[in-house]
């Protein structure tokens, strides 16, 4: 009789199945975020909502999780890292697509791993591999192929702050892919994400008192109340989640170039809201894309235990 054993998935694939998943939800985030700017929400107005949505769910979530103190010189780390990956990072985030194009900031998000390994280098000491920069050009290239076949890039006065927003978003995103990551070797990622947002919610509320004076929900419909569950709970909690599950087990240069798929999903909502055409130089970029993906991780199978070990090491 034949038996059949399903052998359990590998944490490494899982967290690359988790990247993938975040990535669907943030690609599509550009489309829903826009929506909402400027008519309902202002940026600071959607910064509020989301840092306290997501504070209080993993505020909740934490509750059921695993019980640990966190030591107080991380927990400085945390506060460091939440102010540039939460508050300043989505800040600049919808402040920049408010003012610019989908297809200039898209263009620019692309070059985060570029920061991430140069401050992963600097910061935490990981190495830059000659396969990994080739993975990072090719998928570069394929992702600004991608990119450029969706419209043109405009720089009025506007689109050129916008563009400028979306350049810091990026390089601050960077910053807190690296200094997040040690963190992670020593705790929950539920307690981690819990502190994160709790500093992010703080740093974020002198940002945004102002604006909320003048916030209504007279004009809303049930779509956008929608909108606002999927940003809050899916970009923010789901999203972010999903991240900080795989940079457990990848380096913080490979969770970075998961951002190119984002330009691919967005043009596939495009494609299918029959806005924009697959062409060969669409399926060519997203060969580029996969090959490049491929390059970046295969270093890291290759030196598992390695990174591993370096993972249990205490932070300086």
């Known amino acids: 009789m034949l038996h059949l054993t399903l052998r359990p998935m590998g944490n490494q694939l899982k967290a690359h199945f988790s990247l993938f998943a975040a990535a669907l939800i943030f690609g599509a985030n550009y489309w829903v975020s826009k929506g909402l700017m400027p008519n309902y929400f ?3 107005q959607l910064l509020f909502f989301r840092m306290g949505g997501a504070f209080l769910l993993f505020y909740f ?20 890292a939440g102010f540039f990956g939460t508050t300043l990072n989505q800040l600049l985030f919808f402040i920049g697509l408010n003012l610019t194009t989908p297809v200039d900031m898209a263009i620019i998000h692309v070059t985060s791993p570029i920061f991430v ?11 830059v591999s000659t396969v990994k ?7 570069t290239i394929g992702a600004v192929i991608l990119i450029l076949h969706r419209g043109e890039i405009s720089f009025s006065s506007n689109t050129f702050t916008g563009n400028l927003m979306a350049l810091l978003n990026t390089i601050a995103y960077a910053i807190y892919l690296v200094l997040i990551k040690p963190v992670m070797a020593k705790y929950h990622p539920i307690t981690v994400m819990k502190w994160v947002f709790l500093f992010g919610f703080l740093s974020a509320v002198p940002l945004t008192a102002g604006s909320l004076a003048t916030f209504s929900t007279s ?11 999927y940003v809050v709970i899916g970009t923010t909690f789901l ?21 190119y798929l984002q ?34 991780s ?19």
């Open 61 to 80: 979530l934490a509750l059921f999780a695993v019980k640990e103190k966190v030591d107080r010189r991380d927990l400085w780390r945390i506060a460091i």
């Open 298 to 316: 295969k270093k890291k199978n290759n030196n598992l235990q390695h990174v591993s070990k370096r993972q249990q090491q205490p932070l300086e």
């Open 117 to 127: 390994v140069s401050f992963a280098a600097i910061l935490i000491h990981e190495k």
């Open 133 to 139: 920069i080739l993975g990072i050009i090719l998928g």
């Open 239 to 259: 999203a972010y989640l999903l991240t900080i599950f795989a940079l457990k087990y990848l380096e913080a240069g490979v969770v970075s170039f998961y951002i």
């Open 42 to 44: 202002s940026p600071e």
């Open 219 to 229: 004009d809303f419909d049930a779509g956008q109340w929608f909108a606002l569950a």
């Open 263 to 296: 330009p691919l999903i967005a043009s596939g909502i495009a494609f299918w809201l029959g806005k924009q055409d697959f062409t060969t130089g669409k399926r060519f970029a997203v060969l580029m894309i996969f090959t490049g993906v491929y390059l970046v």
